[in-house]
């Protein structure tokens, strides 16, 4: 066991910490947390480093209502580089998960990657962050329904398992399946098994769970280039996984200009699992979601905006695109207008509402889902960093 070692930070609560999170959890909630990188700045497809940044930050949100609330944000690290998964909510809200620590070093000039988790107390008032080394620079964080267990993806090839405990998490064993960088994780929504993506030596690997023991199974799923981002639908039917091609490979020296990519459907409803559908999409999708009702898949694809201008690939903004799963297949049905080179993506809980991270912008915007078709509602809720990983509470 490794025991977490606190570092105060200065926190800002929104609406008076003791948002009486034991009230809100008494009707029909919907805990959403996104973590921020308050010190990146994309300009025109450039990677830049202000001086006088603002902190990295996670928001919480209650999407329980629209437009959604910001309820609390709390100082962290966090980055934008890695999938857009690397933080996580217990289903009762009361402990966050936060990943991809980065600090940027203004005299090297050069982004530093830190190895610990954050753990964030949102009951304690104010909350409080501790630091829990885990020996690897975390990526992709899913919590399993119970809320008992966290799974966290690493750089380095290994899966991190951690024991939650009240507002406590301690490391129970490390697993390695892979010898280079992991992306995304989902738990299946039995619990069961979860999914891991293999960003470099592509596939998704199945690892089974027990109640006392993680282990990898062995099985190997087919995938697109660069396996990134990972979400299970509720009803336990489907996963999708997002494959972000060539941009998504370390180091990789080739001039892109947005060609297509591809996320992969494939079959949890019963064992081995399979992936039946690549699915041609715009370039880099870097978030993709499955709606609650397991009817419709939610994908923020960059579509070039993440290019420099001289690139004949360059799109001023990207695009989310909506499809709905039917007879076993993926079918697009709707498109509308992103933000530039955007993060994440979610649905609500009730199926309704898409919520996809405006990077570049330092926004949230929120889209209507309304019986296939998908519409940008124009709200936004503004945020101090532009947002880099989304996640719910598990469903």
Known sequence: MHSCVTRSRHIRALTGIAFTLATCCAHASDWIVSG???????????????PDPRPDTLTLLDASRFPPKVTAEVEVENGIQGPPQAVAITPDAALALVGAPTRYDRDAKKLLMDTFVQVVDLRASPPSVTRLDIGSHPQGIAIDRSGHRALIACVDGSVVVLGIEGNRATIVETLKIAKKRLAGVSFTHDGRHALVSLRDEQGVAVLDVAQDHVTDSG?????????????????????????????????????????????????????????????????????????????????????????????????????????????????????????????????????????????????????????????????????TGGPSSLRTTPR
């Open 36 to 50: 921020n990188d308050g010190k990146y700045q994309r300009v025109e497809g450039r990677d830049t480093y202000p």
């Open 219 to 383: 099985v190997r799923l087919a995938s697109g280039v660069a396996p990134y981002t990972v979400d299970v639908s509720s009803d336990g039917k489907w996963a999708v996984v997002s494959d972000v091609g060539l941009a998504g490979l370390p180091s990789y020296a080739g001039k892109l200009a947005g060609d297509a990519d591809t996320i992969t459907l494939i079959d949890v409803s019963h064992e081995p699992f399979r992936a039946v559908q690549h699915v041609s999409v715009p370039s880099l999708p870097e978030g993709v979601s499955i709606s609650p009702d397991g009817k419709w898949i939610g994908v923020q694809a960059m579509d070039g905006s993440n290019l420099t201008p001289d690139n004949p690939g360059r799109h001023a903004r990207g695009k989310v695109l909506l499809f709905a799963i039917r007879d076993g297949q993926a079918v697009k049905v709707s498109e509308a207008p992103g933000g530039e080179a955007a993060q994440g993506i979610v649905f609500t809980a009730d199926s309704k509402h898409l919520i996809v991270q405006f990077n570049v912008e330092k926004q949230l915007a929120l889209y209507a889902v309304n019986g296939g078709h998908l519409r940008d509602t124009g709200a936004r809720i503004a945020l």
